[in-house]
C-alpha cells in the first residue's frame, strides 16, 4: 500500500503487494495466523480485501482475549502507509491520474 507499490512473489509463483511484510513487520503477532492463511486454498493475491478480512479476524480475537498488545504499531503502520498511498492503492475504482 505505498506510494510505490512493488511486487514479490510467493512459493507458489503468485504475485504479491509487500504491504503485508510492512504490516508483519509492524505487528508480529499476526504472523502465525497470516502464514497459515497463505498457505491454504482460501489465500488468492488478487483478492486483498480477504487479506484484510484475515487480519480483522485476528484482531476481533485478540480483542476478545483483552490483548491489544501491538495494535499501537499496526494502526501507526496502517496510517503511514495510507498516508503516502496511490488511488490504486486505496481502493479507488477511478484509475485516472489525479
Known amino acids: 500500500m505505498s506510494g510505490s507499490d512493488s511486487y514479490a512473489y510467493d512459493a507458489r509463483g503468485r504475485q504479491t503487494s509487500e504491504t503485508p ?13 497470516w502464514a497459515s492463511f497463505r498457505e491454504s486454498d482460501m489465500f488468492a493475491p488478487e483478492e486483498p480485501y480477504n487479506h484484510l478480512g484475515r487480519l480483522a ?12 498488545l501491538g495494535f499501537d504499531r499496526l494502526f501507526g503502520e496502517v496510517e503511514k502507509l495510507l498516508v503516502v498511498a496511490t488511488p490504486a492503492t486505496r481502493g479507488s475504482t477511478d484509475r485516472r491520474p489525479a
Open 21 to 33: 511484510a510492512q504490516l508483519l513487520e509492524a505487528y508480529p503477532e499476526f504472523a502465525g495466523s
Open 57 to 68: 479476524e485476528h484482531l476481533v480475537a485478540a480483542m476478545q482475549a483483552t490483548n491489544t
